[in-house]
């Protein structure tokens, strides 16, 4: 039995999934980064990658709590991804990149209905950012 349930977006919000920065980064550049977030470069040699400032991760993390708290004291329930360490390479036979961020939840997961539906990313560091909501039990598995 799903605990979801999603029907229409007006109804009180009961329940959130808020994302983290800890670990962001800009991944190394590829083909997908180069052309989602750096089409204006013509080299990817250009493209910049590597850990985001840990000044930038803290204020967002500040900023992060303070939300969760405010849904918190509006009675939702909030849950939170695992913390991943997106440095880490993976690969598959044609490509290999490390991670970007498990910042934005909405972004590759979807609720409708009792259902949750991954909706994958055209960044390949996005590739295995769902694992990261396994932890919530009951919620969302792979």
């Known amino acids: 039995m799903s605990i979801v349930n999603v029907h229409n977006e007006w109804d009180p919000l009961e329940e959130s999934i808020v994302g983290t920065a800890i670990n962001a980064r800009l991944p190394k550049p590829d083909i997908s980064v180069h052309a989602i977030d750096f089409p204006e ?3 990817r040699e250009d493209i910049p990658f590597g850990a985001f400032p840990s000044h930038a991760i803290n204020e967002t993390e500040e900023e992060l709590q ?3 708290e405010t849904l918190q004291k509006l009675g939702v329930k909030v849950r939170c991804p695992e913390v991943v ?3 880490q390479v993976f690969k598959t036979t044609d490509w290999e990149t490390d991670g970007l961020y498990n910042y ?3 972004d590759i997961i979807l609720a409708i ?3 949750i539906i991954e909706a994958p990313s055209p960044l390949r560091s ?3 950012e769902a694992f990261a909501y396994n932890s919530i039990p009951q919620f ?3």
């Open 41 to 43: 470069l013509e080299k």
């Open 66 to 68: 303070t939300f969760i």
């Open 85 to 87: 360490d997106h440095a």
């Open 113 to 115: 209905g009792d259902m």
């Open 126 to 128: 996005r590739f295995l």
């Open 104 to 106: 934005c939840p909405r």
């Open 140 to 142: 969302f598995s792979l």
